[in-house]
């Protein structure tokens, strides 16, 4: 069994950043992808961004690369959703996700049909 628990959201002026954590505790860490999605009212939840923990290999949403990053932290087994130049329409509650997998594949952890295990979300808002 895999928890997974989010920090780090609040109310952010546009243009401005925040820091999401996903602190991850349960299994072996270094075989698992970790995903974060996003879902706004009345939308479907979306991927983000996703990162490989055998290795550290990322991929990101078209709407979110080159302002948000993601990384790990292994000595504190959290990783962590870096968000910079929010916009309005990135408003929405976000998730981090989790699942056992032997290679990062785009097709994959963009999927979230594919994650076994869910954390409770964060909320982002991002307005003036």
């Known amino acids: 069994q895999v928890q997974l628990v989010e920090s780090g959201g609040g109310l952010v002026q546009p243009g401005g950043s925040l820091r999401l954590s996903c602190a991850v505790s349960g299994r072996a860490f270094s075989n698992y992808l970790v995903g974060w999605f996003r879902q706004a009212p009345g939308k479907e939840r979306e991927f983000v961004a996703g990162?490989?923990?055998?290795?550290?290999?990322?991929g990101y949403a078209d709407s979110v690369s080159g302002r948000f990053t993601i990384s790990i932290d292994n000595a504190k087994n959290t990783v962590y959703l870096q968000m910079s130049g929010l916009k309005p329409e990135d408003t929405a509650v976000y998730y981090c996700?989790?699942?056992?997998?032997?290679?990062?594949?785009?097709?994959?952890?963009?999927?979230?049909?594919?994650?076994?295990?869910w954390g409770q979300g964060t909320q982002v808002t991002v307005s003036s």
């Open positions: 996700a989790a699942e056992q997998t032997p290679s990062f594949i785009r097709s994959r952890y963009t999927n979230r049909l594919l994650y076994d295990y």
């Open positions: 990162i490989w923990l055998n290795g550290g290999a990322t």
